[in-house]
């Protein structure tokens, strides 16, 4: 009898153990389910609006239309030569100025300011309030980074509305997603490749411009490539930093119109519907091209510094 309940006992064990690992996964196939219909819905609905303006775009798209310059006044008439010019010296200007002090604010809160020990409480505290500011800025809607840019570059420094005003008042808005990502993949990089590199008699500096950048430098490249995208796309800033001309800018001084502003301007002054969803057709597909250069380049520039 004893016998027979303790077959009987573990019999139910072994079922109650194949019922619970049968119920895990499930639960695990459900789960991986509901992932990929999320990414799959995504997906879908990014290609709907990309194809949409793509094919709606396309039907103005000519020649005609890429080399010609917008013409002045609220006809909508003309092309968006001057605008594409435009955005393409606004967006390398930009970058380059948010990105050197991106990276060198976050290399310094994250490698230098860890570090602070003792009598440096009242440093400590300065990079908490820089923290604490820099996560503030990234909820900071861009119109007032546009007046803050309209009131400091504009009037009180005298650039007026010009290329130059535009670029600073661009890196300011882009400046903590740049700070927030590159912090985040410095941390990313193993505690072991600072000490390895710090052990084989390495300075501290050596270290991260040798060791720990590399490492990291993909996830850097993230917030550099999600900085282009805000510049491209961006209008609020610049409507109040640029000017808003449709000439061809031919220095720092001059104002411009980017193809995003000039995209506003055809949807909601001149109501020319269709030259909109032709430009922002070629809006689209100069991210896509931006963003495949920045990548290609990220990719070398990485082996290079691996010594690939």
Known sequence: MRESRVVSLVTTRKKGRKANVSRRHLVQKLAFGFLWLTGLVVVAALLVVVGYVLLQGARVITPEFLLTPPRGGLSGEGGISTTI????????????????????????????????????????????????????????????????????????LNFGFS??????????????????????????????YREGSLALGATQWQTIWGVVLPAALPGIITGVVLGVGRVVSETAVFYVTLGGSYKMPTSLLHGGRTMALHLYYLAMDTRAFDKAMGTGAILVLSIIAINAIINSLSRRLTLELKGG
């Open 163 to 192: 290329l130059l005003s535009a670029a600073l008042a661009g890196a300011c808005l882009i400046l903590p997603t740049i700070i927030r990502t590159t912090e985040e993949a410095l941390r990313a990089v193993p505690r072991s």
């Open 85 to 156: 010019v435009t955005t393409l010296y606004l967006v390398p200007l930009t970058i380059g100025i948010a990105t050197p002090l991106g990276v060198g604010a976050a290399v310094y809160l994250v490698e230098y300011a860890g570090e602070m020990q003792g009598n440096e409480g009242v440093l400590l505290r300065l990079v908490e309030v820089a923290r604490f500011g820099v996560e503030t800025l990234s909820g900071v809607p861009s119109i007032i980074f546009g007046l803050f840019g309209y009131a400091l570059f504009v009037s009180a």
